[in-house]
């Protein structure tokens, strides 16, 4: 398997195992997909692992989402300050941000489809894949882990989760804006505020704009690395399940 190369006599592969990452085809729900696009345009396309559509909606959403200052108007109309709402968002940035919004949504559920499709068709041909990889910066190979631990590592820090089971592309992405998010929206001051007893002082320091990111970020890391989790068992299990058919299977025993 370390020399693996793809021919043409296989046409779908169901993984890919490479240095900074295993990607993999498996079903999902085209209805969770655009849930979590919808959510944060980006996370939809990161769970299909279409990485360089998921970070350029992503960066899209960081972008134009400040600059049209929606995440405020949110909080704001959420307590009662419509006028106010209204007085902070920008119009030029907003009909510039819905768009793009709606395409994510829809081209994330679309994909989706088409994805488990493709699958279903890999599932099939059961084509080989290579399980393990070693090279000078890393070591990647199929094994089982805990899913709770994943869950558990994401919600300490968003991207470890990712981390454990070495998706390393998304954990890298994922603590490199949790840490932006962070510390543009001084959670830990009005954290350590909170400790001291001040209580109103924790609430005017926060920024409500930066702030909004950090749940959608919470759960987006949590869910990923809970899933993946799980499908990389799965995937273990039907490449072993595979090599003892293809090495030891044929190899019937006579009992007289």
Known sequence: M?????????RRFK???SAIGTTQLHLRNPYIIAWWSAAFPGFGHLLLSKYIRGYAL???EILVNNMANINLAIVYSFTGKLELAKEVLEP???LLYLPVYFFGIWDAYRTSVDMNKV???SERENADFNSYTIGALEINYLDKRRPLMAILWSLFTPGLGQLYIHRVLTA???MAFMIIFVYFSNVLVAIHLLFLGD???ATQVIDPQWFLFIPSHFGFSVYDSYVNTVENNKLFESEQRK?????YQKHRVKIP
């Open 199 to 201: 209580t109103h002082k």
């Open 119 to 121: 699958f279903i068709l």
């Open 172 to 174: 890298i992405f994922t």
């Open 15 to 17: 993984a890919h195992v």
């Open 2 to 10: 370390d020399n693996f190369k793809p021919t043409n006599r296989q």
């Open 243 to 247: 090599y003892l058919k293809d090495h």
């Open 92 to 94: 030029r940035w907003m």
């Open 58 to 60: 992503f960066i899209w």
